[in-house]
């Protein structure tokens, strides 16, 4: 089977879902403080009750991009259900 070439954009869709703190409360946090640079596993979560300001939300499977400084390489698959940074891409 030979590889076709595609454009990001024709096989993925930017998810821009966001959510006030007051919406969220209960889900799972992730900032980019959670994101190991270079590897997918997630370093850990905090909690949305935390949080101050708009957020933006995810479901499991989706895949979690840092795009502050995307040199670092930030990139998860979500494992669960709930909101992140808005500088993380959600796709």
Same mark, same amino acid.
């Given at each position: 089977m030979a590889w076709e070439t595609k454009f990001f954009g024709d096989c993925a869709e930017l998810i821009r879902d966001t959510v006030q703190p007051s919406e969220a409360l209960g889900l799972p946090y992730i900032g980019l403080e959670h994101i190991s640079q270079g590897q997918l596993p997630l370093l850990g979560f905090g909690k949305s009750d935390d949080v101050i300001s708009a957020k933006s939300k995810f479901l499991k499977g989706d895949i979690l991009f #840092?795009?502050?400084?995307p040199y670092f390489r930030k990139v *998860? *698959?979500?494992?669960? =259900? #709930?909101?992140?940074?808005? =500088? *993380?891409?959600v796709v």
């Open positions: #840092g795009k502050l400084r *998860i *698959i979500a494992p669960f =259900d #709930g909101v992140c940074s808005t =500088d *993380i891409w």
